[in-house]
DNA sequence: CGGCATCCGGGAAGATACTG
DNA sequence: CAGTATCTTCCCGGATGCCG
């Protein structure tokens, strides 16, 4: 892929080589919740310019990673899914984050994509904790809606409107982020117009309390 | 850390901050197994020029990850380490290797490094596949030597001089993992001169015979 | 507008030489 | 041995423009 490859047979070092470089797993990190369009991982990836996203995306297909598919007519667009092993890649998301949840530097306040938020509820899940617990959430950021379960000690995240939910919130990721993460008082954030909810709100309570902050490192 | 940062929320997207940057991981690779000289850093990562290598512990240093302690007179030498967080990184690397061997680019004739091939037995080690199996193998790569055992069910792996190995073990990383994991026959490789082996060689055939590798991915 | 070339400035990476 | 200084190369990021 990369000419400046490390040319180590560790199996890591391969695997940096193939999506070590810049970009490349935050775009992997926006396509884990389904295919996507190229001005979604654009609109997803402020800062990412045109050019190295379609240089990545190229790098990604030659590596197996990434496949693209041209919709049929009438709709005749194209899209980018991972395939099945690049799927498999979710692991490592999620023991990043897990790890940099630790770092002093982490600054929660930046901007956090839907599938970034998503992604974070799947890293830091413990069944341990729900303890029978059985909700369901529709959350609506925008455009993108996502349906999140949890049942029998099993998380589910899915992209799409979820079916006869216990609550729905509407808002940004990273105002569901403050509530989950930051531990913000659910009625301040309504007060505030960040979040919106209707139905349930002890449900949403319930599993945002599944969620505990590591300590800090240092 | 780097100037050139994602801005973003997202942990995954922090840890890329922190540890993203070329030869980071690798350099804390090679940290896993204990502390090192600049020297021995600049030995094991051909192809790292020094004055990265400056740049990339300076950056891990200022994050928290890695701690420089300068050790008392005689030896008075610098030696570098990674603190406690830094360690915990180490599920990053485990998973970004066990994703990487399903790569059909995969090249394992390249140099290996000891401490890599010490990494690679822990990521792929499998519990239930040891069976009550009791085994002490001590490896010497050059002047490198390790301990690695497997006892109920848990494997161990250290930096030093096994005590009352089962059986001892000289050669080159790659000679091993040919073993381990390209499934090459021992007495093949001794005929060779690729390992010289003294001691039970059915315990360490059994040790190589825990691992399988997964099938390639596309 | 989606996708992808092209050009350019700044900065990180890589090789070498040099210093205590 | 443990870095530092310098120079070159190349990647990244932004802007522009071309086509469907």
Redesign the interface.
Known sequence: ?SSRT???????????D?I?E?WA??VM?ELMMGPRRFGDLRASL??LSANVLTQRLEGLEA??IVRRRRLPPPANVQTYEL???GL??E???????????????????????PV?LM??FR?KFEAAKTKGMTVLIGFRFGEESFAVGVRKGVLSTERGVAVAPDVEVTGTP?AM?GLVYGKAPLAELERQGALSVTGDRAALQRFADLYVMPPK??
Chains 1, 2 share one sequence.
């Open positions: 892929m490390y040319d180590d047979a560790c199996a890591t070092a391969h695997a940096l193939l070590g810049r797993l935050l990190r402020s800062g590596a197996g395939t099945e092993w498999e890649a692991p490592i998301l999620l023991t990043l984050g897990k790890w940099a949840t630790r770092s002093p530097l982490h600054d929660p306040t930046l901007p956090f994509s970034a992604l974070s890293a990273s982020a490192a240092g």
